[in-house]
């Protein structure tokens, strides 16, 4: 599985994702820039202009209408994919280190950073699918995180609770409705920042990665750590593959170390692990700096991976990917 | 068991202080106010003379006691029995200075005036102190004997059925002994935290495991791995074992302080000011302890102080447990005689410019000598106009065995082959203008009737390594060129192989160059502890790490004949391997397997260790963050006769059947168990979906049942996307005209 390089990002990315149909890959870097691409060829469609700082976050709605970004210049921007119209910008005291759409699309999220003076929270707006309808600029909910800053978070399935992965290490669920707190859960280490949150596809578990060098397969409904991947890196990213069983964690020396270390020391590399028994399957080698955020195909057929050395690697799987079968998998199909 | 000094804190918050009886702490520790007599001393033990002989015996004392200090003017006092006329045996001496007291104590206590008087010299503040009524107890109570208690079998681990190895591993905080799996997970034994400050040493027949904490050196062992003896020596940095375990060396950098405000267990003022402690390991007691020599300084060629490197293990054990030595730098060689410690003939002896010095590891059997005998080889530098040399000398009766002049001498390593059957002094020769270097070995074959020298010369590089191949006759070096001043990189280096030439009847002859391999980076030498294989690596080096394999007694096809046929050695290269960031290497001690290990001692990348066969097979790698020692637990020598191993050798065929039947019964289990549990892990997790699945379906969760797809209303609207696919076959350029 020979790689497509998309270098169209002059610094490192920041968060790289598939539309709903993954024909298209959006990509965010510190360079200001969201970029479009073109996923079976790595050609690029568009970019999208407006941002004043670096980025760190983007989602596309279901429909691949709606476009969200956020970033370091203290804004959260919609935009329209097709026409990379700016349909509506909220301002914000800090910056904003997530955003996500709902499973539906008509509500969309947004962590936002702890300053000085500023506590970290999350809010949520209502959103109109149609792209030429005004947006609103009044938060339907706005969840205060007093505790620990929010640095991850997402909508469950039907939008029923915002699950938020935390700086201490813990993982809560909120109500999707009233912003209650109804749980929180210690999933990794103490005081290890947690770096992704990614969903399964129907977003009953999802999985955590964090500094602790270790990812987690936790349930939606409980918050119970299903299963766990260690590594001997701290990561930065993990996603869930569909059709295979299997979870691909990224990571890496962190950036600030990354000059005083060879590209061998540094560990800059995707690692496959098999979802249901967490063996470790196999690694993608490729990028110089560390993996700052990997996501899958919706269809499973391929992922890519943004990296702090400013390229996305585009890999789609092979043959082989698909007919690896453990022995004990290969009887169940067969039953 | 707390695995460390029983200084832990209470716990208990609420206690009453007032009791606890704290008055034999209180005596103990009794805060002496100074009394005004730390200047007296008390001698006893002289002898009994009449009045008119008393002056002469003060004149004859005094000359001993003005050795150490100033005796006041009239400050030897000595009483009169009224009765008998005579002195009473002792006298009270006052000096100048309490210092000169303390010292007067230290050195003449115990010093004798003829054969039947030994002069004893206390302070008087402590005969008040001990020695006042009340004090000693009238009536002789018998000593209180410990009642026998049964001792944990310290050698039960040789007992596994399987015949398997330890292992004692250091990573973080953790020390934990292990059986060896091969391709399988350790299996613990042990595991504690913080079970020693600085790092974990084995005894050298694996009896005990030794922490090093900043109080002292602590042995463990047996089933339970307890404490089996502690060794208080405060700041202690290193230790050594005797060969037998007999014995124990300590050292620290500090010199120790042992005096009333700092008392240490076990030890007394004698120890005061001194480095090195040798203990009995069986008593816990030590026996004699030394203070650190001063190293003459020495200057480079450009005339800067060369640094000091310590010589380690400092004394030196001879193969039976039976002498220690230290050698005075330049000077002498002093050798003590256990268990007594007691300097060998009274004397040091004394070797002029005497530059280092080397045991034979074991005891040698040199022909018609019929006598105990132990040797060690030493070797001075060129003084003036005499020639370096090498000498061989036998002790006890420190006879000069062999001797061999050299010149040009740069610098002389000893290396013992481990039966003692040849020492080779590799000696590092310079040119007449000084500029280049070009190594000799003079091989002394121990053994044969006048200890023949062999000289190796055909060797034009360096040798930066050396190693004899265990219970054997060939050896490994690596040479090296000119190192080409301030270059970045290493020059290249080369291995050269060495075996002794088949004689009629099996002796070996002379010692021939076998092979080289030339244009590596290689710098180390591991021989299995059995001899026949051997590991060369490169450790240390930031972009080679590479280690090879060999077999210096292949099985060759019978028809396959060349020049190498008529040495004793078949050289065969197996496997090669690469270990990122490797820092130690080391054989188990049967010679099956080879552990490679980056320590962060070193550096704090890729911590981890690989486990190797004796082939070069890779069988196990692990990463363990700050992963610091993985030693093998040597085992002590065989119990069996060589009769009784050749009987063994010659039927290896049906041990390994039986072996290799096991081994295979061991992996079928072992794979049955992990496919059960993994189909034990993929059913929960296909019931824990299907459950999650018809939670959905309840909730109408019709989006995310679809896989995160949001059904958009069919508007008959199709796009026909056409896709081209432009595929390249083949490019060839052609030059036109």
Redesign the interface.
Known sequence: MRPILLSGHERALTQVKYN?DGDIIFSVSKDHVVCAWFSHNGERLGTYHGHQGALWTVDVD??STLLATGGADNTMRLWEVKTGKLLKTWDFETSIKRVEFS???RQLLGVTEKRSGHLGSIVVYEIDPDPQAEQTSEQSLRIVCDESKATVAGFS??AQMIIAGHEDGTVSQYDGKTGELLYNAPVHEPDMQITDLQ?A?????FITASKDKTAKLVVT?SLEV?KSYPT?TPLNSAAIT?VK?YVILGGGQAAMDVTT?SA??GKFEARFYHK??MEEIGRVRGHFGPLNYVAVH?QGTGYCSGGEDGYVRVHHFDKPYFDFL????R??ANL | MAPSYENLPLEDEEFDESQIDFTDIEEQYQVRLDEGLDAFVVIDGLPKVPDDSKAKLVKFVLRKLNSVGKVKEDGVFMPLNDETGQTEGFAFVEYNAPNEAIAAVKQLNGTPLDRRHTMAVNKLTDIDRYGREGRIDEEYHEPHIEPFHEKEHLRSWLGDPEGRDQIAMYRGEKVGVFWNNKEDTPEPVVDRDNWTEAFIQWSPQGTYLTSMHAQGVQLWGGNAWSRQKRFAHPGVNLVDFSPYENYLTTWSHRPLQVDENHPVPSLSLEEDGKNYIIWDIATGKPIRSFATLDVPTSTDAEGNPVKKKMQWPTFKWSSDDKYVARMTQGQSISVYELPRMNLLDKSSIKVEGVMDFEWAPATPKRESIRTYEQLFCYWTPELGSNPAKVGLMSIPSKEIVRTRNLFNVSDAKLHWQSDAAYVCVKVDRHSKSKKSLATNLEIFRVREKGVPVEVVDSIKDTVINFAWEPKGNRFVLITTGEIPAGAAVPPKTAISFFAPEKLKGGAPGNFRHVRTVDKVNKNAIYWSPKGRFVCVATIGSQDSMNLDFWDLSFDKAKEDKDETKDLMANLQHMDQADHYGVTDIEWDPTGRYVVTVASSFRHTMENGYHLYDFKGTLLREEHIDRFKQFLWRPRPPTLLSKEEQAEIRKNLRNYSKVFDEQDLAKKNTANREIIEARKRLLEEWLAWRESQIEMLKEMGAEIELNGGKVQQEEDGDVEEVEEIVEEIIEETEEVVG
């Open positions: 709903a279901p429909t499973p539906d699309g399935y039907l969903w596809p129907d977003r009953t578990y409904e299903l001997d569909p069983d270390t061998r020391q249901v028994f919706p453990y022995e004990v998998e009887e169940q």
